[in-house]
């Protein structure tokens, strides 16, 4: 377990450095990756996918909407929920960053043989099933 969290770190350290160049954050960029590909719409689904409370999804929205990267509209029926999407901006966020992710896993798996890169990726998987439920578009 600590070689994975090792590992798991050299990663993210990578990654969040590109996210950087981009005006992103950990945080941001998953709320990006939850309204994108996962088509979380509502703040509350949107906190429980990035792991984060409401008060600190509601900080991100907010300082995402001024940046541009997304607007929230109230709901139609009921005024009291909120809706967010992304900007063309926000979009675009998505496809550089997306990017990004593949340059970072590529390094990785550049270390290992073809055979090694898929009996990890099938170990990784292994251990969180139990854990949490499988990302749809990943």
Do not use: H
Request: hydrophobic content about 40%; glycine content about 4%.
């Amino acid at each position: 377990a600590y070689q994975l969290s090792l590992t798991s770190r050299i990663q993210e350290r990578r990654f969040e450095e590109k996210l950087k160049t981009l005006g992103l954050t950990r945080i941001t960029w998953c709320i990006l990756l939850a309204v994108q590909n996962e088509n979380l719409f509502q703040p509350s689904d949107i906190a429980s996918f990035v792991g984060i409370d409401r008060t600190a999804t509601s900080r991100a929205l907010r300082q995402m909407e001024q940046n541009k990267t997304l607007f929230r509209a109230t709901g139609k029926g009921d005024k009291r929920t909120t809706s967010v999407a992304l900007t063309d901006k926000g979009k675009n966020l998505v496809t550089l960053g997306t990017n990004f992710a593949r340059e970072n896993a590529a390094k990785l798996e550049s270390k290992l043989s073809k055979a090694e890169a898929e009996n990890l990726r099938l170990l990784l998987i292994r251990l969180r099933t139990v854990e949490d439920a499988a990302l749809k578009n990943l």
